[in-house]
């Protein structure tokens, strides 16, 4: 999500997006934000607040603001591994009682561009039935239950489930979501940071009803827990699963996809009427991480290819 978020903040400085709303899951129970979570009783702030700092302008003001917002304290105290942004952004949650003009107001703070959302305005679990977990009986499901344990499981996750099932929903987001030209999807962690979305029902009736074009973006590599051994077409099958209805435009992959899996991948996207488009969009090192500069000018060559 960052350097999807990174990308698309340099399409809006080139103009070629006007305005940005970013969408972000709020299921995470885990370090600083599980535990602002678990004590406060309010969405886990981490997520947004990755967001919120990938929005954050270039120069001098927005970069130091990026990094204050992602200070992580040390120490040996109460207050070692909590993060400035989460503290800062349940603090307005607190002042203001209201989700969205919190995050607005940091997003003004920073100098940023856009919008960030979260996708509910409820604190959420993601739960999924796990196959391979119970020894001697490889085919039996287990339900495991938290953002932390489903992303790191053992098994091979079937389905994700949210609960509650039908979270409440800001209007902000449904609105960003229908008056959307273009939507993208991905990349992320498959299971935790992606689906969810489709999950929520009131979320997923706006984006299978959405005018706009709907872009999904295939992360670089499997990520061990949620998508071990997940190729491409796997990724898509299974948002496929999870929502066979949703109207999906165009399939970005990276142009080092083998091309055994790009002739599964663009089989899978046929059958969801999707087009497949490859490009150069890893980062140089050879690691599993988009550039979000290359990102950025994939995303302007769909755009004006419509």
Not at 162 to 175: F, I
Not at 220 to 243: I, K, R, S, Y
């Amino acid at each position: 999500l960052h350097a999807s978020l990174r990308a698309l903040r340099l399409l809006v400085d080139d103009l070629t997006v006007d305005e940005l709303t970013a969408i972000v899951t709020v299921a995470d129970n885990g370090g600083s934000s599980g535990r602002l979570r678990g004590e406060f009783g309010v969405l886990p702030p981490g997520d947004l607040r990755v967001a919120r700092a990938a929005l954050c302008g270039v120069g001098g003001w927005g970069q130091t603001w990026s990094r204050v917002l992602q200070h992580r304290f040390a120490g040996h105290g109460e207050m070692r591994d909590h993060v400035v942004g989460n503290l800062l952004i349940v603090a307005l949650w607190e002042q203001l009682d209201d989700h969205v003009a919190a995050l607005d107001w940091v997003g003004r703070l920073l100098g940023a561009s856009g919008r960030v959302l979260p996708m509910a305005l409820t604190p959420m679990d993601i739960t999924a039935q796990v196959r391979g977990l119970v020894e001697g009986q490889p085919d039996a499901l287990t339900t495991v239950r938290g953002q932390v344990e489903v992303a790191t499981t053992d098994g091979v996750i079937t389905a994700v489930q949210l609960d509650p099932a039908d979270p409440a929903v800001a209007p902000e987001a449904l609105r960003a979501v229908a008056e959307a030209d273009w939507i993208f999807l991905g990349p992320g962690s498959w299971f935790t940071s992606v689906i969810p979305h489709l999950l929520v029902p009131a979320l997923r009736q706006a984006l299978v009803t959405a005018p706009g074009r709907l872009v999904v973006v295939m992360n670089l590599a499997e990520q061990a827990g949620e998508t071990g051994g997940f190729a491409p077409a796997d990724h898509l099958a299974v948002l496929a699963e999870h929502a066979p209805d949703l109207p999906v435009h165009t399939v970005l992959v990276d142009a080092g996809c083998p091309v055994e899996d790009l002739a599964d991948l663009e089989y899978v996207a046929k059958a969801a009427g999707a087009r497949v488009v490859v490009d150069d969009v890893h980062e140089a090192d050879g690691s599993a991480r988009h550039d979000p500069v290359k990102l950025a000018a994939s995303y302007a060559r769909i755009i004006a290819t419509g």
